[in-house]
């Protein structure tokens, strides 16, 4: 019988540590169940917690000699577990290693617990370091001592040696059978400072690379008041057909002049197509850099959109400095350049008296890379000024709405939305997203207003049939409430918009896994989705996690490697990175522990 997949399983909203880690029955029930059946077989000495009387220890009790070293340990143990109870840790260290010092070689389970107790008591003086030393040697004693490996992980965090520290709680959640819930919590916490660290350093290195025209095009038009490049018709809302391959912007001489522009170089060039309605030679005004690198943009043409902000930057006496860093910070952004797009942006906002809605924008962009960097507090100061510099910019609101949907703040991500929509009535994201956001309000708070919300989503295309996202978002959000079907017709609607959207196919091929349980179906689809986008970054992480669901690791940690080169932010590579960091991690404890894991993936109906 075909396993059922859920689409939670799958897709970017569930916890990385349950996705990475197959917390799915087959695994979880596998793993516990080798445990049980090696627990039933071995001896078990329970750990002498020192459960007697918790009063600390005095002179006024007569105590008989103990009979053997073993016993004398015992007793050390327990005077040592009194002191512990008491807050008095100097005292219970000297008792365990007292405990240590004298007790039998032979008797290796409880030479392990007294290294354990000791631990603990370093870890209430906050001497991580030992915590680890003492960990590690009731480890060799004991090697799956669950209480001595948890323990070990959270020094091994607190000392930030976070791949560490994940080794050690992936096999805590293994030997609980993932049935610990704070385990869980451990884990998912250490995957993302491990996933957070990793991406830090990675992204500080990381060469840039021009990802896919369409995703280019995506990001453009999510701005409706963008000040430098007017894209409104793109990606969003259908098509333009000024945006052709055959652009020649260097010699065309309808240009438009920016209103802040200097008198450019002129050149006078004579001949026919040159002259005007009288036969006399004209004056024909070259395109300034800045001019030049917009209508790049405008022809899908990208390469060059840097070098030519850069000349008009450096260019001596230009006005549209601040507007060329907007453009080069954009494309920075896009290229994966996050820290350099930064610096852009901090240039722009030192100049005095420029536009507001430049500087908005700048502020926007900002924002967006600090909540992406975690840095949240700053990211909504630059919201903040941003919407005290130009109040009736719909980009403002709507790009906050944004960062606070992620968040999960629904009640902020609506009135945002709602700001935007009343400032710019024709743009359709604002109403898919605030649709969306409704929808995840419904299912965590009042599930009786799903029906409302997928209402907007229904007014939406009606609004704007031109809109894929919208018919995309309304196929999730149709997906989430089990109405395949209806799902499917959204999806196949957005994709006949947007043809060339891969994003698109990957979501039909997850719909097809949760409704159909076919995996071979839902494959077909995203590999298709790689040959029309080699760049799709979301692909090569849902085949990743597929193959973690089928238990098979290396081809896991393929497509997470594959995803993290393709990655544009430093948030997403976090992300990938904790995928990868969990798939590789598992795999070398279960073969640590001598586990097959067992395959999780759904049948091939």
């Known amino acids: 019988m075909a396993t059922h997949w859920s689409l939670k399983e799958v897709t970017e909203g569930w916890s990385k540590w349950q996705i990475a880690l197959c917390v ?9 169940g080798i445990f049980l059946y090696r627990r039933s077989k071995s001896k078990k000495t329970a750990d002498n917690r020192g459960s007697g009387d918790s009063k600390l220890p005095g002179n006024k009790t007569e105590v008989a000699e103990p009979k053997s070293p073993k016993e004398l340990a015992q007793t050390a143990k327990n005077k040592g577990n009194k002191y512990f109870k008491g807050g008095m840790y100097d005292q219970a260290i000297e008792c365990y290693t007292e405990a240590i010092r004298i007790c039998p070689t032979e008797f290796k389970e409880d030479i392990s617990t ?36 948890g323990r070990r992980a959270k020094a091994y965090e607190h000392m930030e040696q976070f791949r560490d520290a994940l080794e050690d709680i992936t096999t805590v959640c293994i030997l609980e059978g993932f049935q610990n819930q704070a385990s869980l919590q451990i884990a998912d916490r250490v995957l993302k400072e491990q996933g957070k660290s990793r991406a830090r350093l990675a992204y500080q290195k990381k060469k840039p690379s021009l990802p896919s025209r369409f995703y280019v095009r995506n990001y453009l038009a999510g701005f409706a008041r963008d000040p430098i490049l007017k894209i409104e018709d793109v990606g969003k809302v259908g098509r333009s057909n000024r945006l052709t391959a055959d652009a020649h912007p260097e010699v065309d001489p309808k240009e438009k002049k920016d209103d802040g522009a200097d008198v450019k170089e002129q050149t006078t060039v004579i001949g026919e ?5 009288n036969g006399d ?6 395109p300034s850099a800045f001019e030049r690198a917009k209508d790049l943009v405008e022809a899908n043409q990208y390469d060059e959109v840097i070098s030519l902000s850069t000349e008009e930057i450096e260019t001596p006496g230009s006005k549209l400095v601040a507007e060329s860093l907007l453009l080069r910070a954009t494309f920075h952004i896009l290229m994966g350049q996050g820290d350099a797009g ?22 926007l962009k900002k924002g967006s890379l600090l909540m992406q960097k975690d840095r949240q507090t700053e990211a909504l100061q630059c919201f903040a000024t941003a919407e005290r510099t130009d109040p009736n910019n719909s980009d403002v609101y709507h790009h906050r709405g944004q960062q606070h949907l992620l968040m999960e703040k629904l009640d ?29 309000r419904a299912l965590q708070q009042n599930p009786s207003l799903i029906e409302s919300a997928q209402k907007l989503f229904e007014a939406a295309v009606k609004k704007f049939p031109h809109c894929s996202d919208a018919y995309m978002l309304y196929g999730q959000s149709l997906c989430d409430v089990g109405k395949f079907e209806e799902a499917d017709q959204q999806f196949i609607k957005a994709l006949e918009l ?45 085949l990743g996690t597929i193959s973690v669901q089928q238990g098979d690791m290396e081809k896991a940690v393929e497509m997470f490697e594959k995803a993290i080169q393709l990655s544009k932010s430093e948030s997403e590579m976090a992300h990938l990175y904790s995928l990868l960091d969990a798939a590789q991690v598992q795999m070398k404890v279960a073969q640590k522990l001598g586990i ?5 993936g759904a049948g091939n109906a």
């Open 114 to 149: 007294f290294y354990q107790n000791r631990a603990a008591a370093y870890e209430n003086l906050k001497n991580y370091q030992r915590v680890v030393s003492d960990c590690t040697m009731a480890l060799e004693l004991k090697p799956q001592y669950i209480k001595a490996l």
């Open 342 to 363: 930064l610096r852009d942006l901090d240039a722009l906002l030192r100049i005095d008296n420029i536009k507001p809605e430049v500087k908005a924008n700048a502020l």
């Open 24 to 32: 799915g029955a087959p695994i979880a029930l596998g793993v516990a």
């Open 273 to 277: 197509e040159n002259s005007d309605e």
């Open 596 to 600: 097959s894991i067992p395959l999780g």
């Open 281 to 286: 030679a004209v004056l024909l005004e070259k």
């Open 498 to 542: 947007e043809p060339d959207n891969a994003n698109t196919v990957v979501h039909r091929g997850l719909l097809l896994l949760q409704w159909k349980s076919s995996i071979q179906e839902a494959l077909k689809l995203i590999n298709e989705a790689l040959e029309m986008d080699p760049l799709c970054e979301y692909a090569y992480e849902i």
């Open 412 to 440: 902020e991500a609506i009135n945002d939305f709602n700001k935007s929509i009343s400032l710019s009535p024709d743009f359709p994201t604002s109403y898919v997203q605030k649709a969306f956001a409704e929808h995840r």
